[in-house]
């Protein structure tokens, strides 16, 4: 099961409303208002990366009172690292400021982590 976390910044005011149509959406398991430079975070669970894009791309952001997106994927192996180490050697010297967190975190509490 593929799993992704997306912050969204809405329209001011319209977050209890934009909240509500997020949680009839299939796969999105957990929506919450946040304080910060996003204004709501959510979780999406659902077979695979792909559905997951689609759901992102195709739904949530064409939604109204949605200004922008981003959206954090999680990983439990290691290939994600060792692509990163991949694209960072092919980005060297392309890019004059690059940044990658990682945050590494027990299996389940990847939420409450990303809400905190």
Known sequence: MAKAYVMINCDLGSEKEVIASLKKIVGIKE???????????????????????EIVTKVIRKMPKIQSTVTLTRSESEELFQASEK?????LGQNNAQAYVVIHCDKGEEFPTLKN
């Open 31 to 53: 929506a919450h208002g946040t304080l910060g430079l996003y204004d709501i975070m959510i979780q999406i669970e659902s077979p695979s990366e792909q559905n997951i894009q």
């Open 87 to 91: 694209l960072i050697g092919m980005m």
